[in-house]
């Protein structure tokens, strides 16, 4: 079973910067399309940002010309830069991929288990 290991949340000040990293736990083909999602308390996970395999990205509002998302395909990997950070970016971050591939089996979706990110004001 392939898994998503995510990293780099944490607690921030407003207007500081986090990175996030979400990597396969084992050796990948190919993965199609990367996702940030992001669920707030009380609220509907979101989705946040969108890369895919040839590097076209999108973002919601909210957190456009603030976040990046970018990917390295050598190591499985997916980023998201979070600039600029306020209070109402607080929420647990979740990176999906889509179109999984090992060498023996193909995932639909996966999720990983999700990163706090707190940005105090």
């Known amino acids: 079973q392939v898994q998503l290991v995510e990293s780099g949340g944490g607690l921030v000040q407003a207007g500081g910067s986090l990175r996030l990293s979400c990597a396969a736990s084992?050796?990948?083909?190919?993965?199609?399309?990367l996702q940030w999602y992001r669920q707030a308390p009380g609220k509907q996970r979101e989705l946040v940002a969108t890369?895919?395999?040839?590097?076209?990205?999108n973002y919601a509002d909210s957190v456009k010309g603030r976040f990046t998302i970018s990917r390295d395909n050598s190591k499985n990997t997916v980023y998201l830069q979070m600039n600029s950070l306020k209070p109402e970016d607080t929420a647990v971050y979740y990176c999906?991929?889509?179109?999984?591939?090992?060498?023996?089996?193909?995932?639909?979706?996966?999720w990983g288990q999700g990163t706090q990110v707190t940005v105090s004001s």
């Open positions: 999906k991929a889509l179109g999984v591939k090992t060498l023996l089996k193909t995932w639909l979706e996966l």
């Open positions: 084992r050796r990948i083909f190919s993965i199609n399309v």
């Open positions: 890369i895919t395999t040839g590097g076209s990205t």
